[in-house]
């Protein structure tokens, strides 16, 4: 018996000897097309601005022609006859799909036409947040085939998610911010994707229900706390109408957060209080 715990024993005293925090974790970001919006941005106008007869209403995305994913897109009439529009991307949450998203969120009556939106189907299932992400180049991709095909605000592309879709919301906002205006997060968390990568600011809106058992409360709460400080916000909130606070935020960033008592699904006026963060003169 001791002839074989001495080896052991030698092996856990040479590994003690390691030096510690010599080996760091490599960066995990995502890493954008040198082509694509994320890398090169959009200008004003978009060229759809200058595309006619582009059909409206509520579409199929694989049939507008932006997505094989599928998923939802509403577009109202404003957007074809060439006035720029707010644009939201939506990210469903695991096993979901982008038409139960919509039904759930409820952002298009808020609006009341003042917007357009895709409901995009996640391709497997859910959103993928690694560093070579299909589902990150899949949104680059329709980003730019949207600005192709009608009149979008570049200055106001949002992005929103719920539960897998909000920690897909998350993962783009770090890694990409300057592509969006803000993003929207219902029930979400930054746990899952490396937060070393998430250096520039954007606006946000974080939802959380204090009674959420799949997606923790004090994760929602850490993911704003982070945000607050890439933003460079004052830490204390203010009310902000009957279901929200706000933080004061060095301009053009705007942090809002709204706990109520719900658990994982969104409340019934996520829509209403999403459209009143960010809308444009809001």
Do not use: K
Request: hydrophobic content about 40%; overall charge negative; aromatic content about 8%.
């Amino acid at each position: 018996m001791r002839l074989c715990v001495f080896p052991l024993l030698l092996l856990v005293a040479c590994a003690s000897e390691e030096p510690v925090g010599e080996f760091e974790v490599p960066l995990a970001c995502l890493e954008p097309r040198d082509s694509g919006v994320f890398s090169q941005g959009l200008t004003a106008p978009v060229p759809g601005c200058a595309v006619s007869g582009r059909p409206t209403g509520v579409l199929d995305v694989a049939d507008a022609g932006l997505s094989g994913a599928g998923g939802v897109l509403v577009v109202p009439p404003a957007a074809a006859a060439g006035t720029p529009l707010p644009a939201f991307i939506v990210f469903h949450g695991a096993g979901g799909s982008g038409e139960l998203t919509r039904e759930n969120l409820g952002m298009e009556a808020p609006a009341d036409g003042g917007a357009v939106f895709v409901y995009l189907n996640a391709p497997r299932g859910t959103w993928d947040v690694g560093r070579n992400s299909l589902d990150g180049r899949l949104v680059d991709g329709v980003l730019g085939r949207l600005a192709d095909s009608y009149c979008i605000d570049p200055a106001h592309v949002y992005i929103v998610g719920h539960s897998a879709g909000a920690v897909f919301t998350l993962y783009l906002g770090c890694n990409v911010p300057t592509a969006f205006a803000g993003m929207a997060v219902v029930a979400g968390s930054d746990v899952r994707f490396d937060t070393r990568c998430c250096t520039g600011s954007i606006s946000a809106l974080f939802i959380h229900g204090t009674g959420d058992e799949s997606i923790s409360i004090n994760e929602g709460r850490a993911a704003l706390g982070r945000t607050l400080g890439r933003d460079s916000c004052a830490p204390t909130p203010a009310p902000d109408g009957p279901n929200c606070v706000s933080y004061d935020c060095p301009a053009p960033w705007s942090v809002g957060a709204c706990e109520w008592l719900g658990g994982h699904e969104a409340p019934p006026w996520a829509g209403e209080e999403i459209w009143r963060f960010f809308s444009p003169g809001s």
